[in-house]
Every structure is written in structure tokens, then in C-alpha cells.
């Protein structure tokens, strides 16, 4: 069962099925005891109905929300914004390439990517060239449209948040700004 988990360990006598539902960075649980609520059936139903209830009345992370978390392996300070430095080999000669990588999410789970080659716009320029075209992304994916399970369709107004304010910083220059370490193995400034 989804965000329920059964709890048997002998040794400390606990018996409970355990509700766990994480909602944009708060996470909700609460153990429901076999013995306190009559047996191990009873319990399992009653974590059902608080879970069933939960997720009721917290909603999920729309596609936007989800694309704007930034993950924690994230070195370009942009969720969906990589810089890309690969070795690749052709023809029997090996090609270093290095590029900034934006991605974007087009529907059905899949992403569009555009590359920026360093050597045509310098590392700035490949940089900002990125960060607009995930901010397109952004804007295109602001306006979706919906099929509910009953059919028909929905459409979500766009949501107030001004994506220019979030990614500006990002596309201003700032020269204290440490990236990736050059070809000799020491961070080099952007």
C-alpha cells in the first residue's frame, strides 16, 4: 500500500502500521497501534482512512512546482541547467566538448534539451543562453492544460510567480562565482 508501512519487530513488542506522506518539504506520520485499535485488521483500516484523508487535503506538486526543485547535486544553482564537459570519441580521435545543457519538460514524463557550445558563445554566453531557454520551458509549462479521470478538461490560470524574479540573478553576471574545475584541475571563475 502506498505511504503505508506494517511495523512487526518482536523484540521491542511493536506491532502498528505506520502512515508517512511528504508534502512540499513537511513530512506527516503517525503510528496506528494493533493493540490500541483492536487487532492488526482495525489498525490497518484506520491508517487507510487518516491516509486516504491526508492526501484529501494536501495536494500534490503541480509539474511546475516539481520542475523548480533544486536537487542537492545541483552545481549550477538552476534546476535544469548543466554545464557539460565530456570526452567523446569518433572516428578514432577523442573530442573534448564542453557545453551548457537546458532542459525542459514537454509532457508524458520526457524533457526537450538544447545545448550551448562554450567555444561558439563563451562560457557566459552559453550560460545565459541555458538559463533562457529553461525559463521558456517554465513559461511554456505555467499554462497547462489537464484530463481528469472523469474526462473533459481543465485549464490552471497561470501561476503568479514572475519567473524573470527567480531566474535574474542567475542571468546577471557575478564574478565571485566558482565553476567547475579548468583543465588543469584548479576552480576556475566565470
Keep these: 500500500m502506498k505511504?503505508?508501512?506494517c511495523i512487526d519487530?518482536?523484540?521491542?513488542?511493536t506491532h502498528s502500521w505506520l502512515v508517512t506522506v511528504q508534502?512540499?518539504?513537511q513530512i506527516y506520520h503517525r503510528h496506528f497501534a494493533d493493540v490500541v485499535h483492536g487487532?492488526?485488521?482495525k489498525a490497518r483500516h484506520a491508517a487507510q482512512v487518516y491516509r486516504d484523508s491526508l492526501i484529501a487535503t494536501l495536494r500534490p506538486l503541480t509539474r511546475?512546482?516539481?520542475?523548480?526543485?533544486?536537487k542537492k547535486n545541483n552545481r549550477s544553482g538552476v534546476s535544469g541547467v548543466t554545464r557539460i564537459d565530456a570526452t567523446e570519441q569518433s572516428?578514432?580521435?577523442s573530442r573534448r566538448r564542453q557545453y551548457w545543457l537546458a532542459q525542459?519538460?514537454?509532457g508524458s514524463g520526457k524533457a526537450k534539451t538544447k545545448?550551448?557550445?562554450i567555444t561558439r558563445y563563451g562560457e557566459q554566453g552559453a550560460r545565459q543562453r541555458a538559463l533562457r531557454a529553461r525559463q521558456e520551458a517554465l513559461k511554456s509549462l505555467a499554462r497547462t492544460s489537464l484530463r481528469p479521470p472523469f474526462g473533459g478538461s481543465v485549464v490552471l490560470p497561470a501561476i503568479p510567480i514572475l519567473l524573470n524574479d527567480i531566474l535574474g540573478a542567475c542571468l546577471q553576471s557575478t564574478p565571485n562565482l566558482v565553476a567547475w574545475p579548468s583543465a588543469k584541475g584548479r576552480p576556475s571563475k566565470i
Design 39 to 41: 487487532g492488526k485488521q
Design 23 to 25: 508534502r512540499r518539504g
Design 115 to 117: 545545448k550551448f557550445s
Design 64 to 70: 511546475l512546482e516539481r520542475c523548480r526543485i533544486k
Design 104 to 106: 525542459g519538460p514537454i
Design 3 to 5: 505511504h503505508i508501512y
Design 91 to 93: 572516428r578514432g580521435r
Design 9 to 13: 519487530h518482536v523484540k521491542s513488542r
